[in-house]
């Protein structure tokens, strides 16, 4: 083994996973709810939806995570070995990727702007720079880490003399955030799976009518936005000769994969043309809004223990982080950071 990183991860998100909560082809029983007023979004970051209070932020996540290490390194000093801090990997990007992937309105990346075609690979900002830069692991701070023997993968009670915790200091951390699970950052955590919205709401046929207008007029034959993102064209089957000859990506950060061609770049370049012209956006988040305030008042209790949950971890995350307390206890988070190991 020759480097320990510890990475958390949010959501990995692909452009595979696609954004929102979608009843294709099934309307709602109790009816569409009376539309609002029509946004004009011209940005990503100006989508927003009503579920969004009720989701762990980048920065939430940040500080558990920070909360974790804390309780981690604090475990390791009593076995003479300093924390080794967790590199944290898509926070930003799953949050993003609500705005500019979505089941209902497929790609809507505005800085990018089809530069890079649909862009099916999500690139993370490199920060592996600090744990490459830590001398390896020796086999004791894997022990004291994780609780096993690396070489027989069996747990080992003590180390040097002193009780190892079940699971390592590692567990130790994960332990000490409790009432977690199922908080992350996709609506499908939510009650219920979250708000759902039917793609064939007559408001949203009408916008994918416009919208497939314009791209006729581009000289594209899409009925909807979800069938360009998901044209079979920009995702070869692995092995064929269109996967063996696409070219790496160059984009930044880690992301590799297959780079778009000329077409699919036109393609996607069109597609946002199309949206800003038609307003597409605008008028499918006014619909995810209709439904996510009925999803919101019909699920208001549960919801509510939702938010109280999440104030109260963020709120023993800042203690644990600030030193205000010590050991706190409980369930494992398995929510929103999933953390591991690599070699």
């Known amino acids: 083994m020759a480097r320990l990183r510890i990475i958390a991860s949010g959501v990995l998100v692909t452009a595979a996973l696609l954004s929102g909560c979608t009843a294709r082809g099934g309307s709602d029983p109790a009816g569409p709810p009376a539309l609002g007023a029509v946004p004009t979004i011209t940005e990503a970051s100006q989508v ?30 009593g076995f003479g070995f300093a924390g080794r801090p ?11 990727g609500r705005q500019t992937r979505s089941t209902l309105y497929g790609y809507f990346d505005t800085d990018r702007a089809g530069a ?16 490459d830069a830590q001398p390896p692991a020796s086999v004791a701070e894997q022990i004291a880490l994780t609780g096993t023997d690396p070489a027989t993968h069996q747990p080992v009670p003590a180390l040097d003399g002193r009780p190892v915790p079940t699971g390592g200091c590692a567990r130790k951390g994960l332990d000490a955030l409790r009432d977690a699970d199922g908080l992350s950052y996709g609506e499908g955590t939510l009650p219920d799976g979250g708000p ?16 497939s207008r314009c791209m006729k007029d581009e000289g594209y034959d899409y009925p909807d936005p979800v069938s360009a993102i998901a044209d079979p064209k920009w995702h070869p089957p692995a092995g064929t000769p269109a996967a ?8 930044p950060g880690l992301g590799t ?36 305030k009925r999803y919101v008042e019909t699920h208001a209790a549960q919801l509510a223990d939702r938010r109280q949950r999440l104030d109260d971890l963020v709120h023993r995350a800042a203690a644990l982080v600030s030193g205000t307390t ?13 953390a591991s190991t690599n070699g």
């Open 116 to 131: 890079l075609g649909y862009d099916l690979t999500v690139r993370f900002a490199d920060q592996s720079a600090p744990a």
């Open 257 to 292: 994969g297959p780079g778009p061609g000329p077409e699919e770049i036109a393609t996607a370049t069109a597609d946002l043309r199309c949206k800003l012209a038609e307003n597409t956006v605008g008028t499918i988040v006014a619909v995810q809004t209709a439904y996510g």
């Open 48 to 77: 927003s939806l009503p579920t969004d209070p009720y989701l762990v932020t980048p920065a939430q996540n940040r500080l558990m995570v920070q909360a974790r290490d804390a309780v981690t390194a604090e475990c390791m000093r």
């Open 244 to 251: 063996a000859t696409a070219q790496a990506s160059t984009g």
């Open 196 to 211: 759902k919205v039917p793609a064939d709401d007559p408001r949203i046929t009408a916008a994918y009518a416009a919208w």
């Open 86 to 96: 967790t590199v944290v990997l898509g926070a930003e990007e799953a949050q993003r």
């Open 326 to 338: 010590g050991g706190a206890t409980g369930g494992a988070v398995d929510g929103p950071a999933n």
